[in-house]
Structure formats: structure tokens, C-alpha cells
């Protein structure tokens, strides 16, 4: 494993997307993207992403500083063309746009196409609770990325198709659910490539429909598994109905029908909760809740009732300062990408 400080690795981010074309803010909010995720422990869509985002500018799957344009919309709605720039830049925009459209009618709906891929979609429900608001979150691969079998089949049809949700609360983060709805996402086997581990049982076929626990089984053309196990046939109705919300009311690409290449075609939700019920009343009862399941005899006394969120929360407070770890083979993607560009690399071939 190879450590280095968020900052620099932030930094070496920010400088190689620069150098493949993004404009300066545009690769900085991908880079804080990025090393966030790796601090908060989500490595799948961490630095490890990188690479796929430099390839894809080098073949022009991706367009650097490209602006994303809204071709209708009404008081509550806007659809939104990200014209294929980073996924991370589109997304927030068009998450800030339904924040302000929400603030002024309750709520909104906006869709995405043509975007990149836009990281962890938790990120873009945070972004909406910090402004006291809940949200609604769906997101497909535009007909790309296949990677997931269906409930009862042991090919690759689907994306694994996350979807979000949060709602503000006075603790340390959002109540927030991000999941993929594959049993895990694809990154996360990739993790386990890269580190030369087996994955859990119950995650992956190989191409033959064979149940494996080797990342290179799925690399070679094996299928994830939806979420649910013996019950798999909620995730993969979850990831039907992520299909029809984020696919087809976006405009864009679903499986089986792709668009031009790879894209999280889109739905944000936002909707004011004080339509319904004051915040106070609602920060109050929400930790009534949490409370309540709090407290409970645990199956296992070093493992405590978390509520949905608090994982992340308590990883970026306790994270932020400290070292990140990461296999290192990404340590190798990043030292060539930068000398692909002809930055300096001393400091990263010195760390380890």
C-alpha cells in the first residue's frame, strides 16, 4: 500500500487533469471529488478513477470544459445536456439548479445526459441536505458500463444503477443512503483487483454464470450480482426501475438501447421538507428515531447500530488529516499519467 496526505494527493490530481485539458476549477472539484471519497473509504470511486477520466479526454469521449446547457424547463423541472464534460462538474451544476428550484416551488426535478461518470452519488445528496432540503437521486450507465446479470440470469444486461437519498439532521452528517443496486459496486471489485484480494462470496459470477470470489473472474467477463442474494430480485427491480427514471426520462441511453458511450444519465429530486413538516420537528423526531435504534442489544458489542450516513460522517472527520492508503498499482496509473504530461513526479515516486 502506498500512503500520501489528501492535499498532495489532491494536487497531483488537480495538476493532471489540467494538463489533459479541464479548466482550473473544473479539475479541482473533480480532484476534492475524488480524494474525498478515498478519505471517507470509498476507494471505488476514488483516485482510482482517474485514469478512465484521462483516457476517455484523450480519445475524445470526454470534452474538458465543455459547459452544460439546459434545453427546457419550467418553474420545477429542467433537462440538462452535459455535452460529455466530467461527470463530477455536470452533476453538481445541475444539483445546485434543483436546490434553487426546489427554494422557490417546494420542489423540482431535474435530469441529466451526455455527462461523464459523476462519482459517488451520495456527494450530490449531501450537497442537497447541507441546504436543509431532501433528496432523490437515480443514475444510470446510458446503455454502458454492463456489468450486473438480472435476478435469475448470469449475464451482464444491466449497469449496477445506484441511487441516493437523504434528509438533513443535526448530527454529524446527513441521514444518507448512496447504494449500488448490484450486491456491491463495480468499482469496489476493482479495488479488490488492484490489491490482489479475492471478494466476497455472493458478489460475482464468472463469464460461465459459475459463482467466484476473483476479481480477474469479473475483469474477464463475469457479472456482479443485484443486491438482495436469495432475495436478488429487489435489487434487480431496483435497478429496472433506475433504468426507466434516470435512463428514459433523462433521454438518454438505457440497456439495450445505448446512447453514443458511457453516461450517468440522470435524476436529481429535490424537495423542501418544510412543506410538510417544520425542520425543527423534523431534526427533532429524526433523532427520536436514531435514538431509538440505537438503543437495542447488538449481535456483536464492538459493532454498534449506525444510522444511514454516520459511516461516512465519522470517516471524513476522523480521515481528513490523516494519510490515505491506496494499492499500488494506482500509485503507478498516477506516476503515468504524470509523466503522460510531463509533470513533476519526485514526490510521488519518493512517497511510500
Known amino acids: 500500500m502506498w500512503?500520501?496526505?489528501?492535499t498532495r494527493l489532491e494536487d497531483m490530481c488537480t495538476a493532471i487533469m489540467r494538463a489533459a485539458g479541464a479548466p482550473g476549477s473544473d479539475a479541482r472539484?473533480?480532484?476534492?471529488h475524488l480524494v474525498d471519497n478515498d478519505i471517507i473509504g470509498h476507494h471505488s470511486h476514488g483516485v482510482i478513477r482517474l485514469w478512465d477520466y484521462v483516457e476517455w479526454a484523450h480519445h475524445g469521449d470526454l470534452i474538458p470544459g465543455a459547459r452544460p446547457r439546459i434545453f427546457s424547463e419550467t418553474r420545477t423541472t429542467a433537462r440538462i445536456d452535459g455535452n460529455w464534460n466530467f461527470g463530477q462538474v455536470v452533476a453538481t451544476f445541475a444539483t445546485g439548479l434543483a436546490i434553487e428550484k426546489a427554494r422557490a416551488a417546494g420542489i423540482s426535478v431535474v435530469t441529466i445526459r451526455r455527462v461523464k461518470h459523476i462519482g459517488r452519488l451520495g456527494r450530490y445528496a449531501e450537497q442537497v441536505a447541507a441546504e436543509g432540503l431532501v433528496s432523490m437521486l437515480f443514475t444510470n450507465g446510458g446503455g454502458h458500463g454492463i456489468n450486473q446479470a438480472p435476478f435469475r440470469g448470469t449475464e451482464r444486461k444491466l449497469c449496477s444503477n445506484p441511487l441516493a437519498m437523504s434528509v438533513p439532521s443535526?448530527?454529524?452528517g446527513p441521514f444518507l443512503l448512496d447504494m449500488a443496486t448490484s450486491v456491491a459496486a463495480e468499482g469496489k471489485v476493482r479495488v479488490y483487483r488492484a490489491r490482489g484480494a479475492p471478494t466476497p462470496a455472493g458478489w460475482i459470477?464468472?463469464?460461465?454464470?459459475?459463482?467466484?470470489?476473483?476479481?480477474?473472474?469479473f475483469a474477464e467477463g463475469g457479472a456482479l450480482l443485484p443486491v438482495g442474494g436469495s432475495e436478488g430480485h429487489k435489487g434487480y427491480a431496483l435497478a429496472f426501475m433506475v433504468e426507466l427514471l434516470a435512463g428514459v426520462m433523462s433521454g438518454g441511453g438505457i440497456s439495450g438501447d445505448p446512447g453514443r458511450s458511457f453516461s450517468n444519465d440522470s435524476m436529481v429530486i429535490v424537495i423542501d421538507p418544510e412543506l410538510f413538516v417544520p425542520m425543527a420537528e423534523l431534526r427533532e423526531r429524526s433523532l427520536t428515531l436514531t435514538e431509538?435504534?440505537?438503543?437495542?442489544?447488538?449481535?456483536?458489542?464492538?459493532?454498534?447500530?449506525?444510522y444511514?450516513?454516520?459511516?461516512?460522517?465519522?470517516?471524513?472527520?476522523?480521515?481528513?488529516?490523516?494519510?490515505?492508503e491506496l494499492p499500488d498499482p494506482v500509485r503507478q496509473q498516477l506516476l503515468a499519467m504524470l509523466q503522460r504530461f510531463s509533470l513533476p513526479e519526485a514526490e510521488l515516486v519518493s512517497s511510500g
Open 3 to 6: 500512503k500520501v496526505s489528501p
Open 29 to 32: 472539484l473533480v480532484a476534492d
Open 170 to 172: 443535526s448530527l454529524a
Open 205 to 217: 459470477l464468472d463469464s460461465d454464470g459459475n459463482p467466484s470470489t476473483d476479481p480477474e473472474d
Open 292 to 306: 431509538h435504534l440505537k438503543d437495542t442489544r447488538l449481535a456483536d458489542e464492538s459493532q454498534p447500530v449506525l
Open 308 to 324: 444511514p450516513g454516520e459511516k461516512e460522517a465519522e470517516a471524513r472527520l476522523a480521515n481528513r488529516e490523516r494519510d490515505i
